[in-house]
């Protein structure tokens, strides 16, 4: 066990009167990889800042190396060699591997002449030093995420940090860029640097971290080492209470609402028919590059069916581009909602009213008070923890940016709604508020299409499953499948390309 | 490796420039075999003189990611008011007191700029609209539009010493080529030399690729910043003079309009609007785009009335190529 190199004792932070942490507890240990965990705006971000020196807390104390600080500055939390690394990386675009790794040396060194071949050596020294292999003059903009990510870590470890801070950092990562970092983690541990990391995945974290911390609405709720906690424990702890992890089995209807026969798309998808009745919750899973986004799109005029029919609600409709799924009252949540989806800079009222703006128009200007009220109404439905309905959807946490999505179609009162990827990227907590509104959404007769590849997600929320392979259904279910089955068929059909 | 990084340096936005460039000339010197005369690139040398040093001052500013308007109106001021000072006899016979108060002129302007964008934190484009309404205005307030020609000795005696003069055998013209082309020469070396090894030229890429980081990292932001819009405004004067000594005129207007003009050629030239990129050698060759369409269209047989709509397309043409150019780093991807 490594000796104690931060020790925070009841930490407590007011922004505005308003507790942000509600006295934490947490020692952070050299050569030990401690992840802290909770929900979104759970407070994690606040005590990383107040580790950093970014915000003073109220009260409580920080030891670092057995020293008392006050008034912490950031300057005085690098100098005591802690390093951030935040979700965006802060790297310069436009700059090369060994500048973006070197120039914070380079201006601590007060280097008035800069030396490309000492910077070079700099870089090549960090990349060894965690086992990354980058071309040193690649400019950033041409790196993946993931490359970004290791120049932002070779940046922070040629400093001779002793304590590391990675924020989130494999939301943007694919899982096997995910098994490299946690690689790289490793070695720095075995360089006897204490790491603090925040990540919610439960499953991606375990074979990495020594010791699981858990907070909860600004509250300290459990810690202990990784080995005493379970998927049951971390849920719990997580968010308060137990999930159980029923099925979703509504009744069974023969009010039909929508009805897909033969439609293709050339190089998109084939042959594609379902049915959907009143309440059913219809899933479509299939490998990147299948189809099974097209398919979706295909449904709001995104990826037109070039034959085939859709009918809906008995009446057959053509839907050749967004205009058309928008008159035929069908409401569309993207992937990638932040861009796709929202105006990050508007206000939530804004937002929500985006798609439905007809409804609000009078003889000169908008019915605001109206925008309002309504936004109001679909904020507290949908459980969006805001300040009000006046700020930017900017200042909101993953999940409540989606639930903005979710209540800018709501409020055109779909009859049938599309979502990709419903859930990606947000904690347990959310992901289950999202899929009990979707529930919801089904019982009172809305058709709900979702695309998705968390598995946990299709097979415990779909009555309907549909396996996308090669741009065609290789299996239609009422949900009889199991994830080890489905699994099986994606993945089986990929072992038989490999042999052929 | 090797192969895509010749590759990778043909296709790039600069060599697509050098390609224009070449197919420009070749068309015109096709029609009119008198480009190929030496008086050709001593024209463009004059011609572009300017623009260049314009297109220096504004490639600083776009590197940290803003925009400036304010050079033509900061020109002005700069070569009108010593001028104005001279022409009443306060101002000796003597060419360094004109620079002088021409770059105090520059001096100001650029200051006003510094604090309106770096501690009033005002979007560039609106603070250097601000302050060239605010210098056009204090001309057109305090001097009229009278022209002005009388000037210092010593600029007359600038005006006369020329590197090479050519003297075309069928017409007699003479093209001499002024030594004021060493201005934007040195200009050039030592702002790249500033721009690619000094601390302060790294931190303008770095503000411009990500303020934030930037700031992380530990650039003095504000000062970088402040900076480049003092040394904008003292290039910008500098300019100002250049021009009195050459075109032997001042007027409140002279360089009004150019603005579109210089950041069309910093754009080809590959400066990014969005900031942290720009090269003196882009901002040359876009500089040489942007000259010879505007002096060589004739050639062509071309209405003059066309240039602005050619320099619009020119611009279109370099915007496109930086669009497209990101579009294919992020297909990499």
Redesign the interface.
Known sequence: MGEVFVELKGIKKAYEGVYALKGIDLALRKGEIHCLAGGNGCGKSTLIKTISGVHEPTAGEIYIDGQQMNHMKPLDAIEKGIQVIYQDF??????TVA?NIA??T???DR????SYKRMRELAGKAMAQIGADLNPDARL????VAGKQMVALCRAIINNPKLLILDEPTTALTAKEVQKLWGVLRNLREQNIAILLVDHKFDEIRPLVDRLTILRNGEFVSSGLISEYGHVRFQKDMTGHDFSTEKYRPEPSDEPILSVEHISSKGNYEDISFALSKGDVLGITGLLGSGRNEIAEALFGLCPAESGKIVLHGKEVKLKSIKDAVKHEIGFVPEDRLTEGLFTALPITDNTVASSLKKYVRAFGLKSFEMGENTKTWMKRLGVVAVSKDVPVSSLSGGNAQKVVLGKWLNTNPKLLVLVGPSVGMDVGAKAEIHAILRDLAQTGVGVVMVTDDLSELVENCNRILIVKDHKIIKSSDNSLSKKEIEALLMGSDQKEEEA | MNRTKSKAFFTSNTMILVYVILAFSVVVALRQPAFLSPATPINLCRAGLFTFCFALCEMLVMITGGIDVSFPAIGCVSMYVPMVLYDRGILPDNGLYFVLVALLCGLIFGLLNGVLVSYLRIPSLIATLATSSIASGFLAFAFGVKDLTAMPTAFTKIYEMNLVTYTDPASGLSYPLTVLIFVPVVLAVVMALILRYTMGGRGLYAMGGNLSAARIVGFPVRRLQFTTYIVSGLITSLTAVMYVILMHNASTTALMGNEMLVIAACVVGGCSLSGGKGTIGGVLLGTLLITLVQNHLNMLGIDTRWQTLAVGIVLLFGVLMTSLQAGRGKGRV
């Open positions: 802060a790297v310069f675009p436009n700059l500048e120039l914070n380079e201006i601590k280097t008035k002449v800069v903009e041409d790196l993946s």
